[in-house]
Every structure is written in structure tokens, then in C-alpha cells.
């Protein structure tokens, strides 16, 4: 419950990256929930998040594109200022390193996607539903 | 244990045999083969000229194409009743080169060979089992006459049918495994089949291992993966075939056996004889042979020699194991690497897999190199910074190591070209200027 399986795919700097990536997905009927891509001079990581992340890593396997699946956590946003700032302060008071962040939209107001240290991903969990924060089964 | 007391002897006493047997082979060769004859006239060169060691530099070379030349028998210098044996290359770009043997030629090299097996530790108490192939290839009857000069019991099993090689091998208990590396490793993998402790039903003791390029870490894998001592042998059909050195227990260089081989580095581009203990290509006149004497053959291989003793007592020169060919070399910004330089750096890198290609270019005056390397799902990461410390580390390993500035780009996988499925490694851009 609450894991949130997260693609992250190699994109090289070129024209024509994502597109080649995209297209797949889309050709095999994959809805894309969320798309974010980061990048350095050379290369990029696309991190997306789909509705059948098994199912898009056989297709991107047999096209020759790496990738690795990743857990992630969304939380709900709220509306009031401050929502972001209180999971954040809650984690660090507990010494928890967070790897990277985002947000996305959804039907709803949206929500923080966290990153953080696979070993810790239920401690986490834990601290925030003790803490009544809105935290999502699905996005 | 030496078979041979010239293998320790006096470096002046070898030499002195060196000379007078150069010079035989020089008046041998000016005498009865047509194509040396002409080769020295144009240059006013006569047997005689040949006074010191030294003045070997001033002989002609020889090369692969002069042998294909002269398909199939032109370089041999006997009538063809005094030949004994004939062998030949793969020949997988041409005509193959063929090279024949006198049963003096033979005698040589079953000496050359005893000395290997010995170095190895063998002796006639030992079980040698052969998978090397028999046939026209060096590598099955070399081993094999060997093994039977030395007094050994030889199986000779050829290549081919792992498990019934295996079988042979616990059966008959081999104490002494002659193979090429690659096909030894297979055999341990099968053999691990049966369970962890597979070690317990062989006997081997040693390995001779050759006929193939070997990195120092393929040489670590088989021995462990067998348990056994790692000797590795060189050797070419042109000169004689396997038995022109070998490794002692003391160390990984090669003693070559210069009774019988004179032994050169020189710049492959060139020609210039190298000083000892700089890399080049390895060029050696066979100083014995009746059949086929060439002189100053073109290995194509590149390694460097030391004349510095070894523990073990030989006095013999020793040779680097091979690290490239000559004709695979790039001159990156004057520093020359062999791509197996560069490939045994990336293997060598964690989590980086062997899928690799380098590129080289100009841009301006300045040298540039690329080496991609494709990301496996291994390296692959979710996060940027892991990802280029593979970069990084990759790139500072190549410039500690290798004394060049590469820049390392991570591609996708199977984004490298290929020719009929082989990858290809070296795109050089800047030949196509020319």
C-alpha cells in the first residue's frame, strides 16, 4: 500500500528522446499520470509514472530502453499554505534524507511526490499517517 | 626445473649462439629462396654484412602478405620430400598462410614445447589432457609432441563436447589442463553445474593456456575457477606455432627461448628497433628453423621485452602477455592505446557492462575521443549523480591508467552500430579525412 511505482528512463540528449519513449507508451495504450525530466549536459532521466508500469517495462525492454522502477510516495495537496513545508519538517526532525521531490496534478488539487531511501520507505509511512497527512493509495 | 641448461645460461653465451645461427639462416635464406635474394640486391645487402646481432636491423622484414604471396609452399627452402608436416592459418580474410616443417623443424619444436610443459611443472609423472583442436591448426599437435617429449601421458581430447571432455578429465584424472582460456572457463562453468564443490573430482594442478589475447583478469577467473597454476603460452604458426615462451611460476612475463627465436620491438610505423622495455610491435626471426626460415616476421602483436633475471634462474628475455595488435592501434594527442588498453578499463569499472564504443575524432588540431558506453539496466539509476560518477569514474580511470582524455557518454542500450551482429568498436573519423 502507498508504494508508487515510478519508471525511470534513460533519455540520451538528442532530439527525438522522448518522443521515442512517448510514442511506445502511447501505442500500447499506457496512460502517462505523470512525466518529469531531469537532465544533465549529456543525458537525461525521464521519471514517469503510468497505469501499468509492468506492462510499460516490457514494451520499453524489448525497444532497448533502460530503465529502472522505483517506489515513490504522493501525498494529497491540500489547500492551505504551508502543506509541503509540514511533510518536509516532519522528515527531517526524524533524520529523514529526502532524494527528490515534484508535484503533479490530478482530479483532485494535485500531490508531492517524495523519493526516499528504499529502506526507509515504511518508516516514513509510519510517521506521516501518525501525523494525519493525507497520503495516496493511488494518483 | 628447466628442461634445457641453455634456458639459465650465460646472456654471452646465448648471444654468441645467436650470431652464428642468424648468420646461417641470412645465407641460408639469400641462397635458396628467390624472393630474399632480390629483396637484398635491391638494398646491396650480402650475407656477409651481417657481422654483429646489431646488424640485424639492416635485414628486411616479413610480413602475412608476403606469405599469401607466395601460397602455398614458395618461401620453403627445401624440396618437398624433406618436408614432414604442414599446417595452416584459419585464413578467414584470404588465403590462409601455410608454413611446413623438416622432421629437424619438428625436433625444434618438440624441444621448444618440453620446455613450456616443464615450466609449467609438468614431467613424465603427469596426465595432459589437450583441448586444444587437432588439425590444421598449431595448437592440438604442438601441445601434443610436446607432452609426449617430456614423457607425459597425453589425452589427446581436442576441442569441443565439454561434458564428455569433463568426464575424460575426472576419469582419467589430468593433472595438467592444456586449452585456450576461453574454452577452459566454459569447461569450469559446466563442471560448477554438478554443485559448488565440483573442485574435488579433478587432479589439475596446472594450466597452459594460449592462442588467444588474455587480460590479466581472465588469467585470475580460470585459474580460480580451476584451482590451479596459470601459465600461459605464445606462440604463431609463421615461426613455429605454440612453445616460443611461457611463464614461469615467478611471474606473468613470458620467457621466450632465444636459442632458437631472435626476438625485436619495433615502432609499427616506422620500423625503428625500440630500446628494451618500451612496447611495440614484436618482431622475431625464427634462428633454427630448415623448412620455412623467415627473417624479421611481422607479428602484429604488440608487448614489450626485459632482459631483467628471474627468480626462477632463467636467463632468457621475457615478454609482456600481448596487449594489442598493431594494426588496432590509435595515436590519441601522440599518446598511442590499444583499444584491449581501453577495453580492459571499462571492464574493469563497477557495474559497467562491455558494450562500448570508441570513437575518435578531430576537431580543430586537437585529438578527440569518445567512448560510448551503452546503459544497462545494471548502471541504471534513478538519480543523475550516480549515473555520472559512472561517467567520472570511467574517465579518470582512463586518464590514470592510460594517460588519456576520453569523454564518456552513456548511450542506450543497443544504440551501437554493429556489422552482422559483431559490435563495432573503433570508429576512427579522422582516417576519413585523409
Redesign the interface.
Known sequence: MYRIK?L?I?V?NKTGQITDVTTILSQNNLSIKSINL???N????L?VIVDDEQKAKKVL?NA?????I?DVFAVAIDDHIGSFNEVVTLLSSKNINI??TYTISNNHNGAFIF?VNPNNFNQVIDILQKNNINILKEI | MTWNKIESARREDIEKVQLSRLKDTVERVYSLTPFYKEKFDEIGLKPEDITSLDDISKLPFTTKKDLRAHYPFGLFTVPMNEVVRVHSSSGTTGKPTVVGYTKADMDIWDEVMARVFTMAGATSEDIVHNGYGYGLFTGGLGFHNGAEKIGATIIPASGGMTDRQLMLMRDFGATILAATPSFSLHMAEVAKKTGSNYLKDYKLKAGIFGAEPTSSGLKKEVSEAWGIDYHEVYGLSEIIGPGIGCNCKESELLHVFEDHFYFEIIDSQTGEVKPEGERGELVITPLTKQALPLLRYRTGDITSITKEPCKCGRTMLRMESIIGRADDMLIISGVNVYPSQIEHVIANTEGVTLNYQIIAEKKGHLDKLEIHVEVSDDIMSDSLGEMAIIKKNIQSALLNNLYINANVILVQPRSLARSEGKAIRIIDKRKENV
Open positions: 515510478q525511470s534513460f540520451e531531469i537532465d544533465s549529456d543525458f537525461g532521466i521519471r525492454d532497448g530502453i533502460s530503465l529502472k522505483s532524494e527528490y523519493k
